[in-house]
Protein backbone atom coordinates (compact mmCIF):
# COMPACT_ATOMS: atom_id res chain seq x y z
CA UNK A 1 0.00 0.00 0.00
CA UNK A 2 1.07 3.55 -1.35
CA UNK A 3 -0.09 6.99 0.36
CA UNK A 4 1.35 9.99 1.05
CA UNK A 5 2.62 11.26 3.93
CA UNK A 6 1.94 15.09 3.07
CA UNK A 7 -0.23 15.08 6.37
CA UNK A 8 2.39 14.14 8.41
CA UNK A 9 4.51 15.66 11.39
CA UNK A 10 7.21 15.95 8.55
CA UNK A 11 6.01 19.16 7.56
CA UNK A 12 7.57 20.88 10.83
CA UNK A 13 10.83 20.00 9.84
CA UNK A 14 10.41 21.77 6.35
CA UNK A 15 8.88 24.63 8.17
CA UNK A 16 11.33 25.31 10.60
CA UNK A 17 14.12 25.51 7.84
CA UNK A 18 15.17 28.92 7.51
CA UNK A 19 15.60 30.88 3.83
CA UNK A 20 18.29 32.56 2.84
CA UNK A 21 19.26 35.93 4.62
CA UNK A 22 16.46 34.60 7.49
CA UNK A 23 17.66 33.91 11.04
CA UNK A 24 16.77 30.66 12.44
CA UNK A 25 14.53 31.18 15.51
CA UNK A 26 15.93 30.44 19.10
CA UNK A 27 14.79 26.26 19.73
CA UNK A 28 13.51 25.40 22.78
CA UNK A 29 12.31 22.31 24.18
CA UNK A 30 9.59 21.03 22.93
CA UNK A 31 8.81 19.31 26.37
CA UNK A 32 9.87 21.71 28.81
CA UNK A 33 10.53 24.92 27.19
CA UNK A 34 14.08 25.75 28.30
CA UNK A 35 16.63 27.11 25.80
CA UNK A 36 18.61 24.30 23.09
CA UNK A 37 22.22 24.39 22.42
CA UNK A 38 22.96 23.35 18.96
CA UNK A 39 23.38 19.52 18.83
CA UNK A 40 20.25 18.75 21.06
CA UNK A 41 18.39 15.47 21.12
CA UNK A 42 15.38 14.62 19.95
CA UNK A 43 12.79 12.52 20.78
CA UNK A 44 9.96 10.41 18.60
CA UNK A 45 6.48 10.10 19.45
CA UNK A 46 5.84 6.77 18.89
CA UNK A 47 2.25 6.98 18.57
CA UNK A 48 2.15 10.31 15.83
CA UNK A 49 5.67 9.87 14.60
CA UNK A 50 6.24 13.41 15.33
CA UNK A 51 9.82 14.52 16.30
CA UNK A 52 10.74 16.34 19.24
CA UNK A 53 13.17 18.58 20.28
CA UNK A 54 14.50 17.84 23.56
CA UNK A 55 16.99 18.99 26.48
CA UNK A 56 19.01 16.29 27.90
CA UNK A 57 16.73 16.16 31.47
CA UNK A 58 13.99 15.70 29.11
CA UNK A 59 15.48 13.61 26.76
CA UNK A 60 16.34 10.49 29.90
CA UNK A 61 13.18 11.53 31.49
CA UNK A 62 10.72 10.75 27.99
CA UNK A 63 12.29 8.26 27.08
CA UNK A 64 10.31 5.43 27.04
CA UNK A 65 12.68 2.97 28.58
CA UNK A 66 13.13 5.00 31.23
CA UNK A 67 9.76 6.19 32.13
CA UNK A 68 7.76 2.68 32.31
CA UNK A 69 6.90 2.26 28.73
CA UNK A 70 5.64 5.68 27.70
CA UNK A 71 5.04 6.24 23.86
CA UNK A 72 8.65 8.02 23.38
CA UNK A 73 12.07 7.12 22.40
CA UNK A 74 15.08 8.91 22.59
CA UNK A 75 16.84 8.87 19.34
CA UNK A 76 20.49 7.75 20.09
CA UNK A 77 21.77 6.17 16.75
CA UNK A 78 24.86 7.56 15.18
CA UNK A 79 25.12 7.70 11.13
CA UNK A 80 26.91 4.51 9.48
CA UNK A 81 28.16 3.75 6.44
CA UNK A 82 27.31 0.94 4.80
CA UNK A 83 29.97 0.19 2.59
CA UNK A 84 29.39 -3.51 1.53
CA UNK A 85 25.60 -3.53 1.10
CA UNK A 86 24.36 -6.07 -1.17
CA UNK A 87 21.58 -4.90 -3.55
CA UNK A 88 21.19 -5.33 -7.33
CA UNK A 89 18.72 -3.41 -9.47
CA UNK A 90 16.14 -6.51 -9.12
CA UNK A 91 16.35 -6.43 -5.36
CA UNK A 92 15.75 -2.67 -5.47
CA UNK A 93 12.70 -3.12 -8.39
CA UNK A 94 11.37 -5.73 -5.53
CA UNK A 95 10.90 -3.00 -2.57
CA UNK A 96 8.45 -1.11 -4.80
CA UNK A 97 9.83 1.93 -4.77
CA UNK A 98 9.62 3.86 -7.85
CA UNK A 99 12.22 5.95 -7.20
CA UNK A 100 16.15 6.17 -6.28
CA UNK A 101 15.78 7.44 -2.97
CA UNK A 102 14.30 6.18 0.09
CA UNK A 103 14.60 5.28 3.35
CA UNK A 104 13.32 2.62 5.44
CA UNK A 105 12.10 2.15 9.34
CA UNK A 106 10.72 -0.99 11.00
CA UNK A 107 8.04 -0.45 13.42
CA UNK A 108 9.29 -1.78 16.93
CA UNK A 109 5.72 -3.07 17.89
CA UNK A 110 4.43 -3.70 14.46
CA UNK A 111 7.91 -5.27 13.18
CA UNK A 112 6.22 -3.97 10.28
CA UNK A 113 9.07 -2.29 7.43
CA UNK A 114 7.63 1.20 5.77
CA UNK A 115 9.50 2.63 2.83
CA UNK A 116 9.46 6.74 2.28
CA UNK A 117 10.39 8.56 -0.97
CA UNK A 118 9.69 11.87 -2.71
CA UNK A 119 7.42 13.14 -5.10
CA UNK A 120 5.54 15.04 -6.81
CA UNK A 121 2.75 15.32 -4.08
CA UNK A 122 5.20 15.13 -1.43
CA UNK A 123 6.71 12.39 0.98
CA UNK A 124 4.90 8.89 0.60
CA UNK A 125 5.05 5.71 2.17
CA UNK A 126 4.92 1.63 0.90
CA UNK A 127 4.41 -1.08 3.30
CA UNK A 128 7.32 -3.39 2.83
CA UNK A 129 6.13 -7.20 2.40
CA UNK A 130 7.71 -8.95 5.07
CA UNK A 131 9.42 -11.48 2.23
CA UNK A 132 10.91 -8.85 0.36
CA UNK A 133 12.33 -7.18 3.36
CA UNK A 134 13.51 -10.66 5.11
CA UNK A 135 15.55 -11.37 1.95
CA UNK A 136 17.37 -8.20 2.30
CA UNK A 137 18.09 -8.95 6.13
CA UNK A 138 19.48 -12.09 5.08
CA UNK A 139 21.91 -10.40 1.98
CA UNK A 140 22.68 -8.03 4.70
CA UNK A 141 22.99 -9.56 8.33
CA UNK A 142 23.78 -5.45 9.17
CA UNK A 143 19.95 -4.86 8.84
CA UNK A 144 19.18 -7.24 12.03
CA UNK A 145 20.37 -4.95 14.35
CA UNK A 146 18.61 -1.91 12.88
CA UNK A 147 17.38 0.03 16.25
CA UNK A 148 13.36 -0.39 15.45
CA UNK A 149 11.69 3.59 15.49
CA UNK A 150 14.73 5.77 15.54
CA UNK A 151 16.94 4.53 13.18
CA UNK A 152 16.30 3.74 8.92
CA UNK A 153 18.11 2.46 6.09
CA UNK A 154 18.29 5.08 3.70
CA UNK A 155 19.48 4.70 -0.14
CA UNK A 156 20.39 7.02 -2.60
CA UNK A 157 20.66 5.73 -6.11
CA UNK A 158 20.32 8.86 -7.55
CA UNK A 159 22.06 9.39 -10.81
CA UNK A 160 23.74 5.92 -10.73
CA UNK A 161 24.87 6.51 -6.86
CA UNK A 162 25.02 3.33 -4.36
CA UNK A 163 25.07 4.58 -0.90
CA UNK A 164 23.88 3.16 2.03
CA UNK A 165 23.56 4.09 4.89
CA UNK A 166 21.78 3.64 8.59
CA UNK A 167 20.60 6.88 9.62
CA UNK A 168 19.03 8.41 12.88
CA UNK A 169 15.35 9.10 12.31
CA UNK A 170 15.98 12.94 12.88
CA UNK A 171 18.45 12.94 9.98
CA UNK A 172 16.19 11.50 7.55
CA UNK A 173 13.45 13.78 8.77
CA UNK A 174 16.46 16.96 7.91
CA UNK A 175 16.62 15.16 4.31
CA UNK A 176 12.76 15.31 3.52
CA UNK A 177 12.68 18.91 4.95
CA UNK A 178 15.25 19.49 1.91
CA UNK A 179 12.89 17.69 -0.18
CA UNK A 180 9.77 19.76 0.55
CA UNK A 181 11.49 23.00 0.77
CA UNK A 182 13.35 22.91 -2.65
CA UNK A 183 11.13 20.56 -4.78
CA UNK A 184 10.16 22.09 -7.97
CA UNK A 185 7.52 20.66 -10.45
CA UNK A 186 7.59 16.98 -11.67
CA UNK A 187 10.86 15.50 -10.91
CA UNK A 188 12.14 18.12 -8.06
CA UNK A 189 14.31 20.28 -10.40
CA UNK A 190 18.02 20.92 -10.54
CA UNK A 191 18.12 22.76 -6.97
CA UNK A 192 16.47 20.20 -4.87
CA UNK A 193 19.06 17.06 -6.41
CA UNK A 194 21.90 19.79 -5.70
CA UNK A 195 20.87 19.51 -1.88
CA UNK A 196 20.70 16.33 -1.41
CA UNK A 197 24.29 15.53 -2.97
CA UNK A 198 25.16 18.30 0.14
CA UNK A 199 22.97 16.44 2.06
CA UNK A 200 24.99 13.05 1.64
CA UNK A 201 28.53 14.84 1.38
CA UNK A 202 28.09 16.44 4.21
CA UNK A 203 27.21 12.99 5.67
CA UNK A 204 29.96 11.46 4.78
CA UNK A 205 33.08 13.47 6.37
CA UNK A 206 30.57 14.59 9.37
CA UNK A 207 29.18 11.50 10.26
CA UNK A 208 30.97 11.00 13.60
CA UNK A 209 30.96 14.64 14.53
CA UNK A 210 27.79 14.84 14.38
CA UNK A 211 26.68 12.29 16.32
CA UNK A 212 29.23 13.31 19.06
CA UNK A 213 27.65 16.86 18.83
CA UNK A 214 24.05 15.46 19.48
CA UNK A 215 24.94 13.38 22.39
CA UNK A 216 23.86 10.68 20.47
CA UNK A 217 24.88 7.10 22.23
CA UNK A 218 24.68 3.50 20.97
Known amino acids: MTRSFAGSPLRRMARGQPTAGEAAPEERCD ?6 PGGHRHLVDLETGEISCACQPCGVLFDHRAAGGGHYRLI ?3 PRPLEDFRLDDLGWAALGIPVDLAFFVRGGESDR ?3 YYPSPMGTMR ?20 LEPDVEALLANRVGGAREYWLLPLD ?3 RLVAVLRTRWQGFNGGDEVWEHVRRFFA ?16 E
Open 31 to 36: LCSEPL
Open 171 to 173: ECY
Open 76 to 78: RTR
Open 202 to 217: ELSPDAGRRAGTSGGE
Open 113 to 115: VTG
Open 126 to 145: SELEFGTWQQLVEDNPVLGG
